[in-house]
C-alpha cells in the first residue's frame, strides 16, 4: 500500500519560514514526479511545486516562485518543500503527491498517490 506522510507545517509569523516534507513508502517511486499542492478554506486545490524524478527539472506557482524551494531525496523516497517569506496568503493544508506520468505537469490529474496534508497557518 501506497503511503506519503507529510510534516513541518505549523503556525509561523509572515516573513518566516518553514520546512515540509514527505516521505513515501510502499514502492519505488523510481521514475516518478513528485509534488506539492495546497488547499485554502474554500477554495480548490492547488499546484505549488513540482520535480522531476532525478531533480533536474522543477516547476513553481508564479505565487511562490523566488520564495519556496522544492528539492527530493530519492534514496529517501522524500520530497521537501523549503518556504522562505511566508505570507498570510500562504495558509493552507499542504499536500504532497507523486506523478507516475510521463510528463511533468501542474494538473491534479497527473498525480497518482496523494498524502493526507500538513497545516501550514501564516500569522499576519
Not at 513541518?8 to 506539492?36: D, I, K, N, P, T
Not at 522544492?70 to 522562505?84: F, H, P
Not at 511566508?86 to 490529474?109: E, F, H, N, W
Request: charged share 20%.
Amino acid at each position: 500500500q501506497v503511503q506519503l506522510v507529510e510534516s513541518g507545517g505549523g503556525l509561523v509569523q509572515a516573513g518566516g519560514s518553514l520546512r515540509l516534507s514527505c516521505a513515501a513508502s510502499g514502492r519505488r517511486f523510481s521514475g516518478s514526479h513528485m509534488g506539492w499542492f495546497r488547499q485554502a478554506p474554500g477554495k480548490e486545490r492547488e499546484f505549488v511545486a513540482a520535480i522531476s524524478w532525478i531533480g533536474s527539472r522543477t516547476l513553481y506557482a508564479d505565487s511562490v516562485k523566488g520564495r519556496f524551494t522544492i528539492s527530493r531525496d530519492n534514496a529517501k523516497n522524500t520530497v521537501y518543500l523549503q518556504m522562505n517569506r511566508l505570507k498570510p496568503q500562504d495558509t493552507a493544508v499542504y499536500y504532497c503527491a507523486v506523478s507516475t506520468a510521463q510528463v511533468m505537469g501542474i494538473k491534479r490529474p497527473l498525480y497518482d498517490y496523494w498524502g493526507q496534508g500538513t497545516q501550514v497557518t501564516v500569522s499576519s
